[in-house]
Structure formats: structure tokens, C-alpha cells
């Protein structure tokens, strides 16, 4: 399991709005990514890289799976497990009840 954030959602929705906003002062993205980072305390630049990738996922603005399709494959992926189990569990009962059937019951 992920662990959560220490940066708020707040905080993050800014940084990639402001990092767009100051773009065309800066020679790349990346350099326009480092300086806000550094404005903002973030210590890795590419913690507000990433953050700027994924937004420009989820507007369609670049090729990829988006946010809510992560969200969706990972609660697909726990079901998945949670039904395999429970397959093994009824495997596990049906070849027990079905070797209690094959004795000889012992009926007076």
C-alpha cells in the first residue's frame, strides 16, 4: 500500500498551476520546476515534476493512464485477490465434504 502524501492536495494543485503559470520565463520546464520547488521548501524537484506529469495525464494533455484509471485498476486488482481466496476457501471445503461423502458411515 502507498503511503500518503506529506504535501497536501492544496499545495500540489498549486505547484502545477503555478509551475505552468511561470513556464515561460525558464528555458525548460525542468528549470521553471526546480526554482518553484526551491520557492516552496520542497526539497526534490522531481516530487513537483511528477505532480506536474500526472496533471497533464489527467487533462489528456499526455499519454497515459489517468488517476481515477489507477484508482479503478487497484480496487479492481484487490477484488481480484479478495475472489481467488474465496476460491480457495470453497476448493478447500469442497474436497472436504466431498471425503466425508466417500466414507462408510458408521450408522447403528
Do not use: C, H
Not at 520557492?39 to 526534490?44: H, Y
Not at 485498476?73 to 471445503?93: G, N, P, Q
Amino acid at each position: 500500500m502507498a503511503r500518503p502524501s506529506p504535501y497536501p492536495a492544496e499545495l500540489r494543485e498549486r505547484a502545477v498551476r503555478m509551475v505552468a503559470e511561470i513556464r515561460p520565463n525558464y528555458s525548460t520546464e525542468w528549470a521553471a520546476t526546480k526554482a518553484f520547488a526551491a520557492k516552496l521548501g520542497i526539497g526534490a524537484a522531481q516530487t513537483v515534476r511528477t505532480w506536474v506529469r500526472k496533471a497533464e495525464v489527467d487533462a489528456g494533455q499526455r499519454p497515459g493512464g489517468t488517476s481515477g484509471e489507477a484508482t479503478e485498476i487497484k480496487r479492481l486488482r484487490a477484488e481480484v485477490a479478495e475472489l481467488r481466496r474465496a476460491d480457495e476457501i470453497l476448493k478447500a471445503a469442497s474436497a472436504f465434504f466431498a471425503a466425508e461423502l466417500d466414507r462408510p458411515s458408521k450408522r447403528s
